[in-house]
């Protein structure tokens, strides 16, 4: 592999070449090794990346299903949100659903000369007539920013008059490097305006968050079925299949649990110091992930009847699993896979992968931090350059009235019995050693990475797709799952086994060859 990264830095432009570089590692588990990340895309290069919008919308607030989403700006960053991501909800009966619509200022270029504060408020007026919203999150794109629109202060207006929970974000897709500077803002105006809005009495014995799941293609439907049936109440999930009333008592929860540590630790850090409510990192990618996982959450509850109800589902699921996988693992074994994706699911997969005795050679993340490549414990090293310093880092106190001061001493008494919190170790200490780890790769370098290793299977997202299957290797998607899903939980793990068995088993992207090849468009050659 450290060919391979040489023959693709030697492409670029030394200046380039030296930066690259820094985002690239050939693995080695048993040692310290850095990468950098969260760091801007050079111009240019044709990058995976989406926008600080795209975080704090789509990806954040985008699940929950009883808050009016209305995007101030012009239609297309609307479009192009509209439900691609496939974050399903069931609502009750009765309840609102707002996610199927699409809500937009539509900017003209009148109001980006003249402001367009007023339409904003008439917006805002509108869907109050029509849909008579509990909630109303204001979301800025880039024009916004630009000409100084505050949607701040037009939310406090209009939440004075209509007496409804109306909040703005300051999430103008340049403001930060990626999608994940939309997750921090997102997270800070969730936190701010939401979360410890409502109490509730307790329901039930086990009350839990989860944070960092959303839903794609019914996850979160599957994880459901498996906490329900355990007797584990989830107060709320950070966002999918959630509500904005379920965010407003997630503060009387007993523990967080974190799926996607990238889109949402800081909600879970922040509940920490506010409430006293201990997190720690799970994986419900994976059988073993999930089974590792409802174990962790019984043992921190430490109930003979949880841990026994919990450990029948195991056994039960586990053996449903292991059917598939024993017919299934003879015709995926010894395969190669790479995976390129967001910030936690290049690492969660892996996990998949391996049930199926498949290697991944090569995988990285498009807009993660060096804690998720490297481990939490590198947090104080993160150099905070001028792009992160540009988002709002809020202080949050203890909440003297509602702290748990119990769950701190649990916390303290599990910790000493060896139980993990507040960590996540990374990708990378989980990677094999050799296998080539690469932040926020591009379609040069992918190109590259297909040709050395010529992998059975490609994951990444739409805009990575047909160019790689163009190259005559499979692509699933791991972010809408091409249709498919659920893939989390037991179920899940069933079903992306069966997928691999399709898609590894054929060998139908080896024999189209892309039509250029034979009957080139336009010929040409071209010189630095
Ligand atoms: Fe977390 Fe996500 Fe992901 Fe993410 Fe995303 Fe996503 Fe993703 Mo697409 S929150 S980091 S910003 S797991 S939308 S559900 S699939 S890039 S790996
Ligand atoms: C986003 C959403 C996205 C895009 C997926 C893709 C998703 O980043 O804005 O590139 O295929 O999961 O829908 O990550």
Known sequence: PSELMDEILAKYPTKIAKKRKKGMVVNDPSEEQEIQANIRTIPGIITQRGC????????????????????????GCSFYAWLTRRNQTRPAEGEDNFMMYAFSTDMQDENIVFGGEAKLKDAIREAMELFNPK????????PVGLIGDDVHAVAREMKEETGINIFGFSCEGYR??????????????VFKNVVGLND????????????????????????????????????????????????????????NLVMCHRSINYIAEMMEEKYGIPWFKVNF???????????????????????????????????????????????????????????????HYQDLFNELGVTTVSAGYEFAHRDDYEGRHVIPNIKIDADSRNIEEITVTKDEELFRDDLVAKKKAMEEKGMEFSDYVGMMPEMKKNSLVIDDVNHWETEKLIEFYKPDMFCAGIKEKYVVQKLGVPLKQLHSYDYGGPYAGFEGAINFYVEMERMLGTDIWKMVDAPWKSEPEIVGSFAF
Request: proline share 2%; aromatic share 6%; net charge negative.
């Open 285 to 347: 990618i994976s059988a073993e992930g999930t089974a590792k996982s409802l174990r962790k959450v019984a043992e921190f509850f430490d109930d003979a009847e949880l841990t026994a109800k919990v450990e029948e589902i195991v056994a039960r699921e586990m053996a449903k699993v292991e059917a598939v996988k024993a017919a299934v693992k003879p015709k995926t074994e010894g395969k190669l896979a790479m995976m390129f994706v967001g910030g936690s699911r290049a690492h």
């Open 200 to 255: 509730r009495d307790r329901k039930g014995k086990f009350q839990i968050n989860l944070l960092g799941e959303y839903n794609i293609g019914g996850d979160a439907f599957e994880l459901e079925r498996l906490f329900e049936e355990a007797g584990i109440e989830l107060l709320s999930t950070f966002s999918g299949n959630s509500t904005i009333k379920s965010m407003e008592y997630s503060h009387t929860a007993d523990l």
């Open 52 to 75: 600080t919008y795209a975080g704090c919308k789509g990806v954040v607030l985008g699940p929950t299903r009883d808050i009016i989403n209305l995007v101030h700006g012009p239609i």
């Open 176 to 189: 930060g490097v990626s999608q994940s500077a939309g997750h921090h803002i997102a997270n800070n105006q």
């Open 135 to 142: 909630a109303i999150g204001i979301f800025s794109t880039c």
